[in-house]
């Protein structure tokens, strides 16, 4: 079969799937020569390119799966209607979970210990400045508790912080979340009085019609003017204006920012231009994460060629293919 990334310059990932794959071929297009390639293509891997209707029609595709999670630059609707299964990769379970949980207490770290201000301390010679924050008994909201939110509720709980959550429907009470501390786990309508208590907010829901400006100006008036926001889920959860309103008005201290509205980011953007630490969409980019999500693609592709539904399906209304 021939698996096409639709985004060129991700060699590491392509020779990871490729190992898993031996006997296909595991090929790479720029995202405006899918349709040069559409006809050709078993498998597409939509990395963070849009695959909609009209990029879709007239193909031979028997699978879209993301590498990784996000679905939300998939047209699911559209790929339905093609007959398309369309299916990802939880971030539990591969090492992708624990690693974006990491950028996560990384991002959090650099802005409490206002790491930039550290280097330019060297570069001037001084010492013992700035003064930064411990993370010890500051209270950290997780908004999204799925594996990534876990995990980093897991490991900010080893900084002796106090963690509350917040998901849609509340605590599920499994065996693996009760066994994480947390001192309150609210159902989406507790999100602002969680808000209120935050010294930093966590962002790690799926992007989808429900998250979609989930932290916006009433969300931002919710903070303290000394709480930090960090997002590791997708650009989209964050209104940008209302972001960019509150750090101009400083209205919070800063953010973390490992996902944008769009990416990659223009190093121009005005909210780079506040207190904001950025790294280019790569919590997941580690060799633990990149190889777990290798397998459980190849795995996919092989359950197809077999004419099974593959795991994890968004659409499984198709069937098999």
Not at 105 to 123: G, I, K, N, W, Y
Not at 137 to 155: C, D, H, P, S
């Amino acid at each position: 079969m021939k698996v096409y990334f639709c985004r060129e310059g991700l060699r590491i990932i392509r020779e990871l799937l490729q190992r898993e794959l031996p006997h296909d071929e595991v090929l790479e297009c720029a995202p405006e020569r899918l349709a040069e390639v559409i006809g050709a293509a078993d498998v597409l891997i939509p990395t963070i390119t849009p695959l909609r209707d009209e990029v879709l029609a007239g193909g031979r595709v028997r699978l879209i799966q993301q590498f990784g999670a996000g679905l939300d630059a998939v047209d699911i609707p559209a790929a339905t209607r093609h007959g398309i299964p369309v299916a990802n990769v939880p971030a539990a379970g591969t090492g992708n979970a624990e690693s974006v949980a990491e950028m996560a207490v990384l991002l959090m770290l650099t802005l409490a210990r206002r790491f930039p201000e550290t280097q330019q301390s060297l570069r001037e010679g001084r010492v013992a400045t700035p003064t930064g924050w411990a993370l010890k008994g500051r209270t950290a909201v997780i908004v999204g508790y799925g594996g990534i939110g876990r995990e980093t509720a897991r490991r900010l709980a080893g900084f002796e912080m106090r963690v509350l959550a917040v998901s849609r429907r509340g605590p599920k009470h499994t065996p693996e979340e009760d066994a994480i501390p947390v001192a309150h786990h609210y159902a989406e309508g507790g999100l602002h009085e969680a808000l209120r208590e935050a010294d930093f907010v966590i962002l790690a829901p799926p992007l989808n019609d429900a998250t979609r400006g989930l932290m916006g100006a009433v969300e931002f008036a919710c903070l303290k003017p000394s709480a930090y926001v960090v997002n590791v889920a997708r650009g989209g959860v964050i209104d940008y204006d209302a972001l960019l309103a509150a750090l101009r008005e400083q209205r919070i201290a800063g953010a973390g920012l490992d996902v944008f509205w769009q990416e990659p980011i223009d190093p121009q953007d005005p909210i780079l231009g506040y207190n904001v630490i950025g790294t280019p969409h790569v919590g997941g980019a580690t060799d633990l994460s990149l190889r777990g999500i290798a397998r459980k693609v190849a795995e996919n592709v092989e359950r197809v060629r077999r004419g099974e539904l593959p795991a994890n399906c968004a659409n499984p209304e198709v069937g098999p293919h």
